[in-house]
Each structure stands twice: as structure tokens, then as C-alpha cells.
């Protein structure tokens, strides 16, 4: 089993819908959870962190946790074309973070 | 500006020769992570370093090398026995080891193997 799996995409959504994005791992004692986006042949962008259970809001991003079931979901409000790009669940580990293999996002304009 | 840097952005390697990546950082970050990106698939693991002149291996660290004698700068050797280099690397830091401490990201090198 992975740490950590990511729907496997490619998602597509239209311009102005909410992308939805999820993510799994394995760790149950993981205390912090991270989405990173990265831009086609661009490094990985800390974009929200998330260490509690329930939601976090950042302007049209919102992470949410859910230990128990461990879970952490990050969602796209009024996507945009900018938003495009493929996004890297991180879950904190001992001494590492370990990656998703990430879901690619296309917002069609 | 404050930063992570890493060069060069593009490198190209002969087979059987050793090259080295650089980075920098002036954040005055404790850790200091080197990760490695194939298409299609997230990042690996290769060495990190909690503090100066200490480092670990991480998951793939085999036929790579790194040193840490000072705390800006973590370079990473990838040397002739690693067998499959081609690929996009990343250099990362953070302030400390605990939990809530953000990793960043530097630009990356992209290195082929002609």
C-alpha cells in the first residue's frame, strides 16, 4: 500500500465550478497534511497546510481533514484557468513528508 | 530576497560521469531535503539533512552523494553507479523538524543523461 494516494485524475472542470481533489495515507499518527500545486515543468508550491480535523479556508481554497477515516480533500471554489495545474497531496511523516503521486487539473475556460 | 536557489536549471550528463547539483538557501533554514521527480509520479526521497555536517538517506538515496558543511548550502553529487538519472530534482528547506513547519521548494535542475 502507498503512504499516500491521490485520485488518479486528469480531472477536468469548467471555468467557475468547484474542483474537488482527494487524498488517503496510510500513517495513522501523520499531524500535518499539505497540497503543493506545481505548473508543468515548475517546482511544487505550498498553497494550503492543514493540521487539525475539519476545514480551513484560504481564500477560494479549502482544505479538509479528516483523521479518523484519513482523509484530507482539498477544493477548488470558482476555478480558474490559472488554476490548472497538477496538485501533490504531503503528509508528514517522522522525518519526511511523503508525496502523492498528484492529480492533474484542467479548468476549461 | 529570501530564497532557495539551485543550479544549474538544466544539466546534461555523459554516462559514467559524476555531476553535482547545487543549492542554496538563505532562509536560515535547519533542514534541508533533496527529492527527485520521474513523470507521472511524486516525489522521492533521496537525502536530508537536520542540521550542519549531518545527513540521512532517504528512500532512494542509492548512487547519490550529499554533504552539509554549512547550513545555507546542501549539495548533491548523483555519480555513475546511479543507474537511471534522467530526471527532475528538487532541492527543499524548512525552519525546524517540527510539525507544523512548512517545506519550500527550490526552482529544481533538470538533468539528462545523453
Known amino acids: 500500500q502507498k503512504e499516500v494516494e491521490q485520485n488518479s485524475g486528469p480531472l477536468s472542470v469548467p471555468e467557475g465550478a468547484i474542483a474537488s481533489l482527494n487524498c488517503t495515507y496510510s500513517?495513522?499518527?501523520?499531524?500535518?497534511f499539505f497540497w503543493y500545486r506545481q505548473y508543468s515543468g515548475k517546482s511544487p508550491e505550498l498553497i494550503m497546510s492543514i493540521y487539525s480535523n475539519g476545514d480551513k479556508e484560504d481564500g477560494r481554497f479549502t482544505a479538509q481533514l479528516n483523521k479518523a477515516s484519513q482523509y484530507v480533500s482539498l477544493l477548488i471554489r470558482d476555478s480558474q484557468p490559472s488554476d490548472s495545474a497538477t496538485y501533490l497531496c504531503?503528509?508528514?511523516?517522522?522525518?519526511?513528508?511523503?508525496f502523492g503521486a498528484g492529480t492533474t487539473v484542467t479548468v476549461r475556460a | 530576497d529570501g530564497g532557495i536557489t539551485q543550479s544549474p536549471k538544466y544539466l546534461f550528463r555523459k554516462e559514467g560521469q559524476n555531476v553535482t547539483l547545487s543549492c542554496e538557501q538563505n532562509l536560515n533554514h535547519d533542514a534541508m531535503y533533496w527529492y527527485r521527480q520521474d513523470p507521472g509520479q511524486g516525489l522521492r526521497l533521496i537525502y536530508y539533512?537536520?542540521?550542519?555536517?549531518?545527513?540521512q538517506k532517504g528512500d532512494i538515496a542509492e548512487g547519490y552523494s550529499v554533504s552539509r558543511e554549512k547550513k545555507e548550502s546542501f549539495p548533491l553529487t548523483v555519480t555513475s553507479a546511479q543507474k537511471n538519472p534522467t530526471a527532475f530534482y528538487l532541492c527543499a528547506s524548512k525552519p525546524g523538524l517540527e510539525f507544523y513547519n512548512e517545506q519550500f521548494f527550490g526552482p529544481g535542475t533538470r538533468l539528462t543523461v545523453l
Open positions: 504531503a503528509v508528514k511523516g517522522d522525518y519526511k513528508l511523503s
Open positions: 500513517d495513522r499518527v501523520s499531524q500535518s
Open positions: 539533512s537536520q542540521i550542519v555536517n549531518d545527513f
